[in-house]
């Protein structure tokens, strides 16, 4: 029975605002650009390319709608196949449905939880060889955890085929120093609500290409032909950013570093207090890589520890405390039964393992140091107490 008269609700994220929005929502509205156009939209996709180091970023309604885009852009149309890292957020891969194209997933490797380099050349080397190579490779970073991006990359190049990269979770992080989102032809961001900095809904699609990103715009904006008349040769979208949201983006870029700083102190803490449970291992941080730490992952050997996950889950749920299991691989969705997977090991699946043992705790930026207090003690006696149960049994 969840308490909720004594404890309150301890949120997975939730937005953190940092005081500045108004300012700039304000600012929009004493000029009357209440549009998916405007100053706050130019500035924010300034501010954008310049934190991420690439030429051209377009502000759009949503990390999905960048996807969409990405793929419209390299040409993606049925019948095509794209490649997907399959542990991930399904709008990952519902764009790729939307132009009736197939995906095929690859598995993760754990190093990163993210795309598995041997996984993506067997299904790459596969795909030559019957003649058809992808339009693209959807490569993911999970919680903020850049993927294997020189592996990767390498990969793409040998066979020419486009990479995507999903940065959706991982603003603020970096492989090797240069900034997540600015590998591959196409990187996006997403700032839905519970992201690192949100807009309360909205996405960025970025690019060294700047011509793509012109392009980008053009289609976002239902495809407009520059005539007075409303003319159309293409079909568009209707994808842009308000300029009231991009006005909080703006604020919310602001302290990104400050967020970035939170959610690492707060992943620490969790491995400070609980790496002392032999059956808990958390997510790994790949050298040369630096992770915002979006969510703070974990998984609990269901052999040592007695309990699942899901037992976990439940138990933290009564406690108003909201965990989540880790994101079920895109191959085990009913929405993509019959579609190729390709996995890391011969015999086994890294990501249908980390599915089953994987838990992201409460890891808001907002979320005070007394309530972390609450959860690691919670996790500390639930354990304690299923372990005395066992030695007892
Ligand atoms: C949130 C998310 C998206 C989509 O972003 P929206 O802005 O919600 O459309 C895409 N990919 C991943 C991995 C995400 O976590």
């Given at each position: 029975m969840v308490n909720t008269a004594v404890q309150k609700r301890i949120y997975l994220s939730s937005p953190h605002m940092s005081g500045n929005e108004q300012k700039y929502i304000n600012e929009a509205f004493e000029t009357n650009w209440i549009a998916p156009l405007g100053p706050n939209v130019d500035a924010f996709e300034k501010e954008i390319a310049a934190y991420t180091g690439v030429n051209e970023a377009a502000a759009v309604s949503s990390g999905t709608a960048a996807i969409h885009l990405a793929l419209s852009l390299l040409g993606v149309e049925k019948g095509d196949t794209v490649?997907?890292?399959?542990?991930t957020f399904i709008a990952s891969a519902n764009p790729i449905l939307y132009l009736g194209a197939e995906?095929?997933?690859i598995d993760s490797e754990p190093e990163t939880w993210n795309m598995s380099p041997i996984a993506l050349e067997k299904a790459l080397r596969e795909a030559d060889s019957n003649g058809k190579l992808p339009k693209a490779v959807i490569v993911v970073n999970l919680y903020g955890q850049s993927a294997k991006m020189d592996e990767l990359t390498a990969l793409c190049e040998q066979y020419d085929v486009p990479m995507i990269e999903d940065?959706?979770?991982?603003?603020?992080?970096s492989y090797k120093g240069k900034p997540s989102g600015s590998f591959g032809q196409f990187g996006i961001f997403s700032f839905n609500g519970n992201k690192i900095i949100t807009t309360s809904g909205g996405g960025m699609l970025v690019s060294n290409d700047a011509a793509s990103i012109h392009k980008a715009r053009f289609l976002a904006t239902q495809a407009r032909d520059p005539a007075p008349h409303y003319q159309h040769s293409k079909v568009g979208y209707n994808y842009r950013m308000s300029n009231v949201l991009a006005g909080i983006g703006r604020a919310q870029l602001k302290v990104l570093e400050e967020r970035v700083e939170a959610r690492r102190a707060i992943f620490e803490r969790y491995q400070l207090?609980?790496?002392?449970i032999p059956c808990i291992q958390f997510?790994?941080?790949?050298?040369?890589?630096?992770?915002n730490r979006w969510l703070t992952a974990m998984t609990i050997d269901e052999k040592e520890a007695v309990i699942s996950v899901n037992q976990l889950i439940e138990f933290l749920a009564a406690e108003n405390i909201e965990a989540r299991p880790v994101w079920k691989p895109l191959h085990m969705q009913p929405l993509f039964k019959t579609v190729k997977y390709y996995s890391h090991y011969e015999n086994e699946s890294v990501s249908e393992e980390l599915f089953a043992n994987g838990i992201c705790l409460p890891s808001g930026s907002n979320m005070e140091e007394l309530d972390q207090t609450r959860v690691i003690n919670r996790i500390k006696n639930f354990m304690t107490v299923k372990e005395v149960e066992r030695r007892i049994v």
């Open positions: 490649f997907c890292s399959t542990l995906p095929v997933f940065a959706a979770e991982s603003l603020g992080s207090e609980l790496s002392g997510m790994p941080e790949l050298n040369g890589t630096y992770s």
